[in-house]
């Protein structure tokens, strides 16, 4: 039986709490992680006991929504709300960090980021983890083998489609979808 790493087993807790997001424009996850431990997870979502986004719609100012609290914030802050130190700890996270997210990541301490996907990675955000010397690293979530086995078995499907008088841009529309059914 192969065993789960600890990089996968908490990004896979970061994708689980972006499930939780209750913003319709990006669901993010974060999960702080202390010697192999979480302390503490966040993701997207309105002030406790607020209105949430999938029920009124975004609140968007300058094409940010301006009703969420991000992901990493709402880890961090549950930290200070149960007075859990951050000092050099991790975080896992789903999307690169937003320029606030990273200087509060900076600033409590966090020395290395993991995040699985590239999003709109600012250079500024890049250059202060540098000057901090926050170590950042790209862990993409991996599928299973189950997932890879029925990835396989819809390709060879399609493919056979693709044999018929299907367009290209169907088939190709077919791939793009079972690719994201499995990721
Ligand atoms: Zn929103
Ligand atoms: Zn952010």
């Known amino acids: 039986m192969s065993r789960i790493s600890w990089d996968q087993y908490f990004m896979s807790q970061s994708h689980l709490l972006a499930l939780r997001s209750t913003c319709t ?12 431990r979480m302390i503490a997870g966040g993701y997207n ?10 029920d009124e719609g975004c609140y968007v100012i300058d094409n940010h929504c301006v009703r969420t609290i991000h992901a990493e914030m709402n880890a961090l802050l549950q930290c200070a709300k149960f007075g859990v130190p951050t000092e050099g700890a991790e975080i ?13 990541l900076i600033q409590s301490g966090i020395k290395t980021v993991y995040y699985a996907v590239d999003y709109k990675n600012h250079p500024y955000a890049v250059d202060l983890f540098k000057q901090a010397n926050v ?8 599928r299973t083998e ?23 841009e169907e088939v ?5 979808k079972a690719d994201r059914l499995f990721s």
């Open 45 to 54: 979502g309105s002030i406790a006991g607020g209105v949430h986004c999938s």
């Open 25 to 36: 424009r990006l669901a993010v996850g974060a999960t702080i992680v202390r010697e192999k």
């Open 135 to 142: 170590k950042i690293q790209q862990v993409e979530l991996e």
């Open 146 to 168: 189950d997932d890879k086995q029925k990835l396989e078995f819809m390709s060879s499907l399609i493919k056979k489609l693709a044999e018929t008088n299907m367009s290209e």
């Open 172 to 176: 190709q529309a077919l791939y793009i």
């Open 92 to 104: 896992y996270v789903t999307h690169f960090p937003c320029l606030q997210c990273c200087k509060a």
